[in-house]
């Protein structure tokens, strides 16, 4: 990542597929294309940032607790609780992978400025990776503007999305 990213903290560098990407946020130009392909996802979206909030927030708490008195057993408990709840969310998150995998994927590959067979020879530690980055470093654009518009849509889109190389065509 380049100094000034670093420093500004706005991309985010994955591995996958055997190079390194820097991810950073969507240009302008890119958002027309984005906004197409993220509309059926607003909601998948929107849970992802929550759910990973709330991994932090009791990651957090566990360690807090391993900090205080009853080290052992304060441990123990949010240790367990943790777990569990990663259990169950990553049980979400297969179902909704399952379900929405090839939008997930032609918005990556949009963001990305990937082709969508690259994503076939990845493993899924970097697919998730690289969907954790780009709603990080786009957090602002899921929240500021996609989300704000499903929320007003009295009928959120539950289409398709278009065909990422035509969306490309049409906005680069």
Do not use: C, H
């Not at 946020?25 to 979206?45: E, S």
């Not at 709330?54 to 566990?62: S, Y």
């Not at 900090?67 to 998150?93: H, P």
């Not at 929240?143 to 289409?159: D, F, G, R």
Request: aromatic share 8%.
């Amino acid at each position: 990542m380049s100094e000034l990213n670093a420093v500004l903290n706005i991309g985010e560098e994955v591995q996958a597929g055997g190079e390194t990407l820097n991810v950073l946020p969507l240009g302008f130009g890119r958002i027309p294309g984005a906004v197409k392909l993220v509309i059926p996802l607003a909601n998948v979206f929107r849970d992802l940032l929550v759910d990973w909030e709330r991994l932090e927030e009791l990651g957090n708490t566990a360690k807090a607790a391993a900090s205080s008195d009853d080290t052992a057993n304060a441990a123990k408990t949010f240790s367990q609780e943790l777990q569990e709840e990663e259990y169950a969310l990553y049980m979400k998150w297969v179902e909704v992978f399952a379900d929405k995998s090839e939008n997930i994927i032609a918005f990556l590959a949009y963001a990305l400025m990937k082709d969508r067979a690259w994503f076939d020879t990845i493993g899924l530690d970097e697919g998730i990776a690289l969907i954790k980055a780009v709603v990080k470093v786009n957090k602002d654009f899921f929240i500021q503007k996609v989300l704000k518009m499903w929320l007003s849509s009295p009928t959120p889109s539950t289409s398709q999305p278009e065909d990422p190389e035509a969306i490309r065509g049409q906005t680069s």
